[in-house]
């Protein structure tokens, strides 16, 4: 991602034009730009300003706003709802990431062989990441159905008693991220498989040769060669993780009794069920501002520990 | 021998990742009284379309559905055509100020869409837009992400190519449209196929936006439908049958550049 400019070629600028060709060629320019320009204007950039402007008032939506400055900030940063929310939020994290990402690699590794129908194994796992995630939740929501869904029904089969998923506080979370990983497998399995291919033969074969055992080829050669995929799962799954809420609104609305309140079901509540669109608008930022600290700690920390060969 | 074991292992993952959708259809041919049943009944007995009838009666299911799709594909045409056009101009047009006009483009990009939800809504309601297919369409029109991945292909198109074409007497538009586009074709299918699922799946804003069932998408009118009826499972998961039919027949034909798209994405 680079800002520079390359040179125009010669024939395409031309430095010296008369007025009426700078006039044409402004033109052609602003057709090939505004339409793309005045969307992101009208449905980008007025709303941010917007949205910042709202985060310093109190507003239901229905009566004139009212200025508050910092307050709806200030109050957040000490409310015991907004740490509940960001704990809500880091406890998917904390169970999504190491579970895909661990499957998705286990996957990757066993189909960077050559093998019979790998490319419909590989087709049949992406398949729930080009299904929705409303469908995905309603999916895993009767799947996981405490009374009569299927999967208690197996596990009472072996003689124990099938928790109460999406109805019990304790599992609600747990029920969200299973279904998030399974949905979102395939999609790091592909990241990754790609990431393992682009990986040159040699080494492995010069490991080998040397005498390294399986477990040393994957950890010395492997996963290091990988770690330029690996930091891109982790950077977008952060970032999709720190916004996730299609799948908790659909499966528990944030419940029961609040335990998967998680932060973008806060600004959706805040804004629509208490009418606090102000509060919720600073939350929003709040949580912009976190996604791109931990997303700058990655960019920064990756010298570390990602290997671009 | 680990062969064989390598073969179990990946197909008893494809069983998990396929069940669900098995159910789903097993579900869906439920009679009512039999969904609840525990444990579930698996004899065909009694089997049949009831739940999908029922489903037709209570939503207008297939205008749903068609507002999904064309809304996907309107959505898809208007990122690609706006994007490439962006695309030439920061690649192709210099000009004063582009460099920081591409930067404002890119911040763009950076902002998620909880951010812009209320006063987005505001902005509409303010118009007396809500609950109209305008108001869902309008933030998918132009794409920063659109504009950063098609200016580096376009960047890609050897300078050579345009100067011939100028030679020959052509203006930007029609080095724009028959030298470049054709040249940029992969980048536009990459493009095209993010564009469709993100607006296929979309469901944050149309929730925010629309109320009345006959502008709703699949996704929200799921939620919905899941809403309504809440104990009919074998209702929720016809819904829920009916609305991966279109998008996995295109997956069904696109399913090899589909992934490898993705793969790539992740190679950069």
Avoid: C
């Amino acid at each position: 991602m680079t800002l520079t400019e390359t040179p125009p070629a010669a024939s395409v600028k031309q430095p010296i034009r008369p007025p009426r060709k700078r006039l044409r060629y402004a033109l052609t320019v602003a057709v090939f730009l505004l339409p793309s320009a005045v969307p992101l204007l009208l449905f980008t950039l007025i709303p941010m300003a917007g949205s910042l402007w709202t985060s310093l008032h109190e507003w239901n939506l229905i009566t004139p706003m009212k200025w508050v400055g910092l307050d709806n900030y200030a109050d957040l940063l000490s409310s015991e709802e907004t740490r509940a929310a960001f704990g809500h939020t880091l406890y998917f994290i904390a169970g999504y990431l190491p579970l895909v990402y661990a499957g998705g690699l286990g996957l990757a590794m066993l189909l960077n062989r050559a093998m019979k129908g790998r490319d419909l194994f590989r087709a049949i796992y992406f398949l729930p990441v080009v299904t929705s995630w409303v469908v995905v939740a309603l999916l895993w929501k009767w799947l996981l159905n405490p009374a009569s869904g299927i999967v208690n029904w197996a596990i009472g089969l072996v003689g124990l008693e099938g928790p109460g998923w999406w109805t019990d506080p304790d599992w609600a979370m747990p029920s969200i991220i299973l279904a998030s990983a399974w949905k979102d497998l395939g999609f790091v399995m592909i990241i990754l498989l790609a990431g393992l291919q682009a990986i040159p033969n040699e080494y492995l074969e010069a490991a080998r040769v040397d005498g390294a055992n399986a477990w040393q080829r994957f950890r010395r050669i492997t996963l290091p060669l990988l770690s330029p995929s690996t930091f891109f799962v982790v950077v977008i799954s952060l970032i999709n993780g720190f916004q996730v809420f299609d799948q908790v609104h659909v499966m528990t609305g944030g419940g029961p009794a609040g335990a998967t309140q998680v932060v973008v079901e806060q600004v959706y509540n805040l804004t629509f069920k208490y009418g606090r669109a102000g509060a919720a608008s600073a939350l929003s930022w709040l949580l912009f501002a976190v996604v791109l600290v931990v997303t700058l700690i990655q960019v920064r920390g990756q010298r570390r520990w990602v290997n671009y060969g | 021998m680990a062969r064989a074991g390598r073969y179990v292992v990946v197909g008893l993952g494809a069983l998990i990742m396929l069940f669900p959708f098995a159910w789903a259809v097993i579900t869906s041919l439920t009679p009512a009284g039999a969904v609840l049943q525990t444990p579930p009944d698996f004899t065909p007995e009694g089997a049949g379309f009831g739940a999908y009838e029922r489903l037709l009666e209570t939503m207008p299911f297939w205008r749903i559905m068609f507002n999904s799709l064309w809304i996907a594909v309107a959505s898809t045409v208007f990122q690609l055509v706006t994007s490439s056009m962006a695309a030439y101009a920061f690649a192709r047009l210099p000009f004063p100020g582009r460099g920081a006009l591409f930067a404002v483009y890119l911040a763009t990009l950076m902002v998620p869409l909880q951010v812009l939800v209320v006063p987005l809504f505001i902005e509409m309601r303010t118009f007396n837009l809500t609950d109209t297919y305008f108001a869902v369409l309008a933030p998918t029109i132009a794409s920063a992400f659109g504009v950063f991945l098609l200016r580096q292909a376009v960047r890609q198109v050897p300078k050579e190519f345009d100067e011939a074409a100028v030679l020959d007497g052509a203006g930007h538009f029609r080095i724009f449209a028959l030298v470049v586009l054709p040249l940029i074709r992969p980048a536009l299918a990459t493009f095209a196929i993010f564009g469709f699922m993100a607006s296929w799946n979309s469901f944050l804003w149309p929730l925010v936006i629309i109320r009345s069932p006959e502008f709703m998408t699949l996704p929200l009118g799921l939620a919905n439908l899941h809403g309504q009826f809440t104990t009919e499972w074998n209702v929720v998961m016809a819904g829920s049958v009916v609305s991966v039919v279109p998008i996995l027949v295109l997956y069904l034909f696109a399913q090899k550049h589909v992934i490898a798209s993705v793969a790539q994405s992740g190679l950069k």
